[in-house]
T-cell receptor, first 113, second 110 residues
């Protein structure tokens, strides 16, 4: 079936360093790729998204890149801060008869001060 | 996020009891989902529904049941057959251009 793989499952970086989280998807009809941030005990919140007609999108310290040929997309966080510590989820829209979104399993990011 | 509401926020259950978690959305989304999240872990799909009166098992459906009698509602019942039900439960809804999560229900078996 369709799938979204997310790596790594945990990531630890020093404050100020960059963090990269990668996802791959299987449905070639996918055309929308959101990223969510979940702080402890709270719901995942949408932080950035990208559509298939765009290769890169930036919003301050976060950016997302998309490679449709390779079917992978990545979240980049620069100049990481302790408040970036959270669980991050990727997702991909499904174009076929399957359910409309598949979520990655999540990456726990820890930013050490 | 959007108009998706889960209730209650905290729920305590005695062993051997069934409990039902509520999820309601007013976003006119066709698809709804239930995920389980254990401490420090990612999302595991329990059930999902693409349209009213239809739902499919996810990766960990054993010990859970759902219904989708209305587009707005997708309640999850945690039955006594679920051996380790203590977890954080997240509901989500989507169409093909957006997806939102509810605020979650933390279920504890006492």
């Amino acid at each position: 079936g369709e799938n979204v793989e997310q790596h790594p499952s945990t990531l630890s970086v020093q404050e100020g360093d960059s963090a990269v989280i990668k996802c791959t998807y299987s449905d070639s009809a996918s055309n929308y790729f959101p990223w969510y941030k979940q702080e402890l005990g709270k719901r995942p919140q949408l932080i950035i998204d990208i559509r298939s007609n765009v290769g890169e999108k930036k919003d301050q310290r976060i950016a997302v890149t998309l490679n449709k040929t390779a079917k992978h997309f990545s979240l980049h966080i620069t100049e990481t801060q302790p408040e970036d510590s959270a669980v991050y989820f990727c997702a991909a829209s499904m174009g076929g008869q399957g359910f409309s979104f598949i979520f990655g399993k999540g990456t726990r990011l820890l930013v050490k001060p | 996020d959007g108009g998706i509401t889960q209730s209650p926020k905290y729920l305590f259950r005695k062993e051997g009891q069934n409990v039902t978690l509520s999820c309601e959305q007013n976003l006119n989304h066709d698809a709804m989902y239930w995920y389980r999240q254990d401490p420090g872990q990612g999302l595991r799909l329990i059930y999902y529904s693409q349209i009213v009166n239809d739902f499919q098992k996810g990766d960990i459906a054993e010990g859970y049941s759902v219904s989708r009698e209305k587009k707005e509602s997708f309640p999850l019942t945690v039955t006594s057959a679920q051996k380790n039900p203590t977890a954080f439960y997240l509901c989500a809804s989507s169409n093909r251009v957006e997806a939102f999560f509810g605020q979650g229900t933390r279920l504890t078996v006492v």
